[in-house]
């Protein structure tokens, strides 16, 4: 019922570690003034997507969601001298999908693996004395999914694009280690896990992330 080409496999692998390795690039380029690099914890909370089924002449509506997980990751950020900047992450979460249909009580569950990379533009407020520096971000991502097994066969790696939006603050701890809270959104239509039948929706992530930077 599931399935993905072999063709398709490589190509969502290939993106994964090209952009996984820019991002490493970026971490080991030599430190300087107004970069940061934060490592951070995240809780993804993910809305339930609604989709159809079309199998010969006949469509079915579906719900495909996905268990809370713990996300962990890298964020990367150089600050310009008007208190704005620019934002690349990565970060990775072990989770579960399962695909439900209304007509019927029949369901598929199988771990998933997701994988997200974004870019954002930041925006940051206060002055550099002041105790807590509010910031927001907007941007496009990417996020990869690496599924195991389900009836029907082995799930494969898929892909969607989404946009995030996250607003948090900066709180100081000494002169170079701040305490970074933040909440982000998602918004993506979600992935049909290599299978053509599925047609799926617009689903959504909320994300209370904390973390710990540090400014050169």
């Given at each position: 019922m599931i399935g993905q080409t072999i063709s398709d496999c490589r190509?969502?692998?290939?993106?994964?570690?090209?952009?996984?390795?820019?991002?490493?690039?970026?971490?080991?380029?030599?430190?300087?003034?107004?970069?940061?690099?934060?490592?951070?914890?995240?809780?993804?909370?993910?809305?339930?997507?609604?989709?159809?089924?079309?199998?010969?002449?006949?469509?079915?509506?579906?719900?495909?969601?996905?268990?809370?997980?713990?996300a962990a990751g890298v964020e990367f950020r150089h600050w310009f001298a008007n208190h704005s900047g620019f934002q690349l992450d990565y970060d990775r979460t072990s989770t579960n999908a399962t695909f439900q249909s209304f007509s019927s009580d029949s369901s598929v569950r199988f771990p998933v693996t997701r994988h997200e990379m974004s870019g954002a533009f930041v925006r940051h407020f206060g002055r550099s004395e002041s105790r807590v520096h509010p910031f927001f971000s907007v941007g496009p991502g990417i996020l990869l999914f690496n599924g195991g097994s389900a009836p029907g066969g082995n799930v494969g790696w898929s892909a969607a694009f989404e946009g995030v939006l996250a607003c948090g603050v900066d709180t100081p701890v000494s002169r170079h280690l701040f305490l970074r809270t933040a909440y982000r959104f998602h918004l993506f239509r979600n992935t049909d896990y290599g299978d053509a039948h599925f047609h799926p929706g617009l689903a959504h992530i909320q994300e209370p992330t904390v973390g710990l930077s540090w400014k050169f």
């Open positions: 190509v969502v692998q290939k993106l994964s570690a090209l952009a996984r390795l820019v991002l490493v690039l970026l971490l080991c380029v030599p430190a300087f003034a107004d970069n940061d690099v934060t490592l951070v914890l995240g809780r993804p909370m993910v809305g339930s997507a609604v989709g159809n089924a079309t199998y010969g002449s006949s469509t079915w509506d579906q719900q495909q969601s996905a268990k809370d997980g713990l």
